[in-house]
Each structure stands twice: as C-alpha cells, then as structure tokens.
C-alpha cells in the first residue's frame, strides 16, 4: 500500500484536538470535590430556536431521508425534555444517571494515550494536549482514577469482571506512563490492581471448561471477560493463566466459518451449553491484544488471521473521500449508541498494536494500520462544531464525532441531540490509534 499525503497527516494534532473536546464537553469534577474528575454520560447542546437554519453542512442523513430526532439518541432514548432537565441540574444529575463504570475505564485508557504522547514531546508543560495552564493527562488520568474509586461507592469491585478488567488494564498503562515520565508510579493503582486480581482468579474457573466468568451471577462466561483478563495476565507475568484463557476462547468461541470469536457460552438452569454466537467488534480486540502480549509462533499465527477476518467480514464502505466518487474505502462498523458506542475505539487500539508489532507479516501489519486509519481519517472528516447556539464560548472550537465512523455528526448527532461518551470516546480511541500507527511509520494508505 502507497501512502497518498504526508505519513503523518497531523494525527498527532487531530488526536489532541480529540482529547481536548471530550475532556471539554464531558469531563468535571465529582460533586465540585478538588483531586476528582469524572466523565458525564451526556452532554446535550442548547435546542436550536424555531426557524434557524443548522450550520452548513448539518441537512438530511445520508439518502435523503431525515433522521428520527429519537434515533439512537440519548440513554436508551429517555425524553430529550427529562435530559435537559438533568444537564441543567449539573453537578447533582452525575449522581442520579446511570454509572458506566467500564466506560470510565476506557477514559483513563484515552488519557493514557494522549499522555504518552506527551511523553513524546518530552512531557514539558509545553506537550500537555490542553495547554501548558491545564493537568497533564497523567494526571487527568490519575484524578479520574480517584473519582471512580468515590463515585463507585469507595471501591473498585463491581458485578461485572469485564469492567474490572478494563480497569486494571487502565491503571497498569497508568503507572507505566508515569515511570516513563520519572514520576513515581500511585501504590494506589497497584493496590487497585491486587484487590481485582482476586476477583479475576475468582472468575476464572473450570466450570464450561475453562474462560472468566462475565459477572457475578456466574452463569455466563464470554469473550468480553475472558479477552482482556487474558491480556491483565500476560501483562504482569502470568504467561500459563493467559495462555490457558486463550486456548479456551480458542476451543469454545471460535468460528472458523468467520475466523472471528463468538460472544459468549451460557450455562442454562438444565445444565445445558448454550452458545451467544453474536459477533461484535470490540470481542476481537482484546484478544488480538492478549495474543500479541503472549506471542509464540501459535498465537501470532491466529493474530495475523483475525486481522484478515475483522478486514473481510467486519467493515463497511465508506462515504467517498473525493467528490468525484473515488477512492472508496472501507472503516470498521459501529454499533450506535450506550455500551455499542465504544466498540469499534477498543478494536481500533489492539489493530494499532498489530500495525506496529514485526513478528507479523507485513501484511497484516499494513492491512492493521489502513483499518485504523481509514476509520479515524472517517471520524475526523464527519465531525462537526459545536454550534455557536449550543453552547457558551467556553467550548468554542469543540468538536462532536459521530457514533457511526460511516455517516458524519450532522446526521448522528444534530444540533440539540443528546450525546453520549461512550461515542465520543470511540472517536477519540480511534484518532490515538491512528496517531500510533502515524508515529510507528506504517503506512497510512
């Protein structure tokens, strides 16, 4: 594959632009308390006046058809009126939406990689991605570690190992982002770290022969909960724990017709197997990241295949990048709004591994980087402004990204809609990812 623009193509920048409007949009502190940071489930803009025009650009989705101002809108589509009613109660209403734990989690993952970059400027104050006046990501991160610990009831443990997993993995990069900036690592990430180590060899059981549990209600182990506590293990030493892990999801919920992982395997009241066979995005990211981490001939043999298959059976065409119609790619699907909205950014960050990993093929490696790629250049061209009606200049020069990498904010997300971290987070996921692969040298096209 030939690059078409400059290797870089300002990823660097486009990612830091990325990380300054979520954290600008969604990020405060909890209940005003200082030390804290939390990211808000929504943020809704201002309802455009009757009779004004939306900005150039924000008309009809694409085929001519208006979007449904209910679709795919909000937490599970609650009536804009009582959502606006909540943002107007701010700080308060963070305490009455629901908690998306996990999605915190993969926050401090966005901050992590916006903060290594930082490491790469040469983690002056200059580098920080939000002015040389404002936290370093690091220690964004770090505050936001605190405000889960407080906003999850004092504790780190929840019902859902998945979630403790994306946490955990969150804080290792953490503390590994601060040694490398010569900054003492918090016992308290590795605290945080020990206490779910034992929840994880909890899950970890014989019970359907072998795999994590998904939450503590024990009768459903999948591939969510397996992948990355696979990747926890491999990642602090525990190579046998990992490699077992695998090996299950490998036996249980693989589809060799798809060469993709299935979600999950219930065990029914009888006694019975049962087999989720839904096959979502972000399922094979962790594991492509856990195979990585452990390696061997074996492992990244089935790494290289399920990078072919994401590439075969989990993507769609893209809008054209040209008016004339050429240059159709491909990006990775999305799966809309709540937990879906984060999907397709957790995929992208283990692809960003596989691009720069040389123990695969070179093929592989560039068929990783076009995906992360084609899909962040398709979520940094759909974006839109926030509006100049929808908020005060504070959040001037913000951007909003669209749930769908496919179709551009101004159909997703238009003027006054409810919209979701989760979604945003996956654009910004993706636009590190391809910065990553930008300063790993793959080519970008």
């Not at 924000?58 to 101002?69: C, I, K, V, Y």
């Not at 770090?142 to 969150?170: C, E, H, K, P, Q």
């Not at 990211?285 to 298959?309: F, K, T």
């Not at 692809?351 to 123990?359: K, Q, T, Y």
Request: net charge positive; with cysteine; charged share 20%.
């Amino acid at each position: 594959m030939t690059s078409t623009s400059d290797p870089d193509d300002g990823w660097q920048e486009k990612a830091n632009h990325a990380a300054r409007s979520v954290t600008a949009l969604f990020g405060r502190r909890l209940l005003f308390l200082p030390g804290t940071h939390l990211g808000a489930i929504l943020w809704q803009g201002k309802q455009p006046r009757a009779g004004t025009q939306a900005p150039a650009g924000q008309g009809p989705a694409p085929g001519g058809q208006e979007q449904d101002p209910g679709q795919e809108q909000g937490a599970a589509g609650w009536p804009q009126r009582w959502l606006a009613t909540l943002r107007r109660a701010r700080p308060a209403a963070a305490l009455l939406l629901p908690w998306h734990y996990w999605w915190q989690a993969h926050y401090v993952d966005c901050l992590v990689d916006t903060g290594r970059r930082e490491l790469g400027g040469g983690a002056t104050p200059a580098a920080r991605f939000n002015g040389p006046q404002r936290p370093s990501a690091g220690r964004l991160a770090s505050r936001l570690v605190t405000g889960i610990r407080l906003r999850n009831a004092l504790t780190f443990v929840n019902n859902y190992y998945d979630d403790m997993a994306w946490l955990a993995l969150a804080t290792l990069r953490l503390d590994s982002l601060a040694e490398e900036s010569r900054r003492p690592g918090r016992r308290r990430n590795a605290a945080v770290r020990a206490s779910l180590t034992l929840q994880f060899d909890a899950a970890c059981t014989d019970d359907l022969g072998g795999g994590t549990f998904w939450s503590r209600k024990r009768d459903f182990k999948n591939t969510p909960a397996t992948a990355p506590v696979a990747l926890f293990y491999a990642r602090t030493g525990q190579q046998a724990k990992a490699q077992a892990l695998l090996d299950w999801l490998d036996a249980t919920l693989f589809d060799p017709d798809q060469e993709l992982y299935l979600d999950g395997a219930r065990l029914t009241p009888a006694g019975e197997v049962v087999l989720e066979r839904a096959v979502y995005t972000y399922n094979q990211g962790p594991v492509l990241g856990a195979l990585l981490e452990v390696g061997g001939d074996a492992n990244l043999a089935r790494a290289a295949v399920l990078v072919e298959s994401v590439r075969r059976r989990l993507t769609i065409p893209a809008a054209p990048s040209r008016q004339d119609g050429s240059m159709q790619r491909s990006v990775l699907r999305c799966d809309g709004t709540g937990d879906g909205g984060l999907f397709t950014g957790i995929l992208c960050r283990y692809l960003a591994l596989a691009a720069a990993d040389p123990r695969l093929p070179g093929s592989t490696r560039d068929t990783a980087a076009r995906l992360v790629t084609d899909t962040a250049e398709a979520f940094w061209t759909g974006r839109r402004p926030v509006g100049n009606g929808e908020a005060g200049p504070r959040l001037a020069g913000r951007s909003i990204f669209s749930m769908h990498a496919a179709q551009p904010a101004a159909a997703t997300y238009p003027p006054g809609a409810a919209v979701e971290l989760s979604t945003q987070l996956q654009a910004w996921m993706t636009l590190e990812a391809a910065a990553s692969v930008s300063a790993a040298g793959r080519p970008c096209a």
